[in-house]
């Protein structure tokens, strides 16, 4: 066992962060059967994805259901996001002792703070993982000159329009497009954010599920503002499962015989709630629009689709 690479995976508690984690942890399992990856989850979380199909080399282990259920962290994000900051750190921490062999690695979505800080205590090395675009990292690395351009708080309604060309390697972007959270009306969970950020200085690596040529201007602006290695490790979906089904393969087929550019990708995600009838007004809008979608549903996908056809 003393040969075996212990790396223990932390995502942050959502759809959006536990997925592109577990598709790094599986693509690393693959390359060297001399790694082993502990995927930490809640207890809740384990019963979400627990049956779901993984490596040898991957195996769970859990921390109690200290923060609010995944099932209505929606209703109040700030008191998740608060129980995420304080509450789940503990539980880590004694996780952590009882782990055999000792730990490696850390690997911590960018939004847990404390797993660098554990890492730090412990001396284990922290790979600080974020799961979205390195785009939407340089706006949250380079949040003060909002502030300093008098775009903080943002009106969206009055200013959404407006172009900001001052985020280090981001190119001239609406502000509508920024994450909305820039809007200042969640000051609590923007501090938060800011907070996980203040600590990525004392992480050892930045990973992100993205490719260097995709974003080569901010990659090598934050290369070059960052004290410690940046890599981009590539999108983080898991491709091998694209032709299992038959529709699947209609559907990459339909969308490559569309002209570029001219496909409206759609899909709600996980955290969103829509109602049944605000997701018949989308398609009714969409249908009006006569403009080519392609639109990921869950739950509604066939009876959206008598509405919408195909």
């Known amino acids: 066992m003393d040969s075996v690479c212990h790396v223990v995976a932390m995502p942050y508690p959502g759809r959006g962060h536990v997925n592109p984690m577990m598709n790094l942890c599986k693509l690393l399992a693959s390359q060297n059967s001399n790694i082993l990856i502990t995927f930490v989850l809640t207890e809740e979380w384990l019963g979400f994805i627990g049956s779901e199909p993984k490596p040898d080399n991957v195996v769970f282990a859990t921390i109690p259901n200290v923060i609010p259920s995944e099932l209505v962290r929606g209703a109040d994000m700030v008191t998740f996001f608060d129980a995420i900051m304080s509450k789940m750190e503990a539980p880590f921490d004694l996780l952590m002792d009882r782990l055999e062999p ?46 300093e351009n008098g775009h903080f708080p943002i009106d969206f309604s009055e200013k959404g329009n407006d172009r900001v060309d001052y985020i280090p390697g981001v190119s001239s972007t609406p502000l509508l497009d920024l994450p909305h959270i820039m809007d200042g009306k969640h000051p609590t969970i923007l501090c938060h954010v800011l907070e996980a950020f203040s600590w990525l200085p004392k992480a050892q690596y930045l990973l992100f599920p993205s490719i260097y040529e995709l974003e080569t201007q901010v990659i090598d602006v934050l290369r070059s503002e960052l004290s410690l290695p940046v890599y981009t490790i590539g ?22 015989s569309q002209p570029c550019s001219s496909v409206l990708y759609i899909s709600m995600g996980s955290y969103a709630s829509v109602s049944s009838a605000q997701m018949d007004e989308i398609a009714a809008g969409l249908n009006k629009s006569s403009i080519r979608f392609f639109w990921v549903a869950r739950g509604e996908a066939g009876r959206l689709q008598e509405v919408c056809g195909n």
């Open 102 to 147: 000792p730990p490696s690695l850390i690997v911590a979505d960018t939004y847990l703070p404390w797993a660098v800080r554990v890492g730090n205590r412990r001396s284990i090395p922290a790979a600080s993982f974020w799961p979205m675009s390195a785009s939407v990292f340089s706006v949250f690395q380079h949040f003060h000159l909002f502030e």
């Open 235 to 256: 999108p983080l979906i898991p491709s091998f499962k694209a032709h299992d089904h038959p529709s699947n393969v209609a559907h990459s087929q339909w969308l490559d």
